[in-house]
């Protein structure tokens, strides 16, 4: 049972355009959700996080939205830059419970120039 | 400060065969975290040490075991190897494990022949 799911297993956008990437999830004691982005021959390095008593959290070009009763989290990437071609993961946790994180299974963004 | 370190870095290996992986947190990160990443499966999560105890453990067989030292560096062990079990293995640190963030090593590619 996939707890965290990214449906979108590719994206393509061109330079400069918003890239939305979507991410969903089940277990109603997630309370913490990351991103990380990852290169190939490479871990995933964290990117943004939000808590859940917060609905968007920002970070230079890259915002994330967490709509609770929907259990969906998506971020944004303004302008979007070649650069920012990798895959991306989004990760929950349950804070008060485990420490353990599920990640979904990524969604390849190629931003073209 | 010095990143995650995970070696080695690539191994090949034959079915039946067994493979110990070692992952080096960064200093003085007290909590290790293995995932394992297949292409379609993301990140699941095998187990979690902290101070040289396993916290928690993903659904995986237990072929797959660990440890973790005095020194926080930690290792996995895979035995019995099946053709499967080919992935990239990837080490997360974090100071408490409750903290929010990880760090990842760049991962050992373990290929079973």
């Known amino acids: 049972d996939q707890q965290v799911k990214q449906n979108s297993p590719s994206l393509s956008v061109q330079e400069g355009r918003i890239s939305i990437l979507n991410c969903d999830y089940t277990n109603s004691m997630f309370d913490y959700f990351l991103w990380y982005k990852k290169y190939p021959a490479e871990g995933p390095t964290f990117l943004i996080s939000?808590?859940?008593?917060?609905d968007k959290n920002e970070d230079g070009r890259f915002t994330v939205f967490l709509n609770k009763s929907a259990k969906h989290l998506s971020l944004h990437i303004v302008p979007s830059q070649p650069g920012d071609s990798a895959v991306y993961f989004c990760?929950?946790?349950?804070?008060?419970?485990?420490?353990?994180?599920?990640f979904g299974t990524g969604t390849r963004l190629k931003v073209l120039a | 400060k010095a990143g995650v370190t995970q070696t080695p870095r690539y191994l090949i290996k034959t079915r039946g065969q067994q493979v110990t992986l070692s992952c080096s947190p960064i200093?003085?990160?007290?909590?290790v975290s293995w995932y394992q990443q297949t292409p379609g499966q993301g990140l699941q999560f095998l187990f979690e040490?902290?101070?040289?105890?396993?916290?928690n453990k993903g659904n995986f067989p237990g072929r797959f075991s660990g440890r973790q030292f005095s020194n926080s560096r930690s290792e996995m062990n895979v035995s019995t190897l099946e053709l499967g079990d080919s992935a990239l293995y990837l080490c997360?640190?974090?100071?408490?494990?409750?903290?929010?963030?990880?760090?990842f090593g760049p991962g050992t590619r373990l290929t079973v022949l």
């Open positions: 939000i808590s859940s008593i917060k």
């Open positions: 997360a640190s974090s100071f408490q494990g409750t903290d929010n963030e990880q760090f």
């Open positions: 200093s003085g990160h007290r909590s």
């Open positions: 040490y902290f101070s040289e105890t396993q916290r």
């Open positions: 990760a929950a946790s349950a804070t008060s419970g485990t420490y353990k994180y599920i």
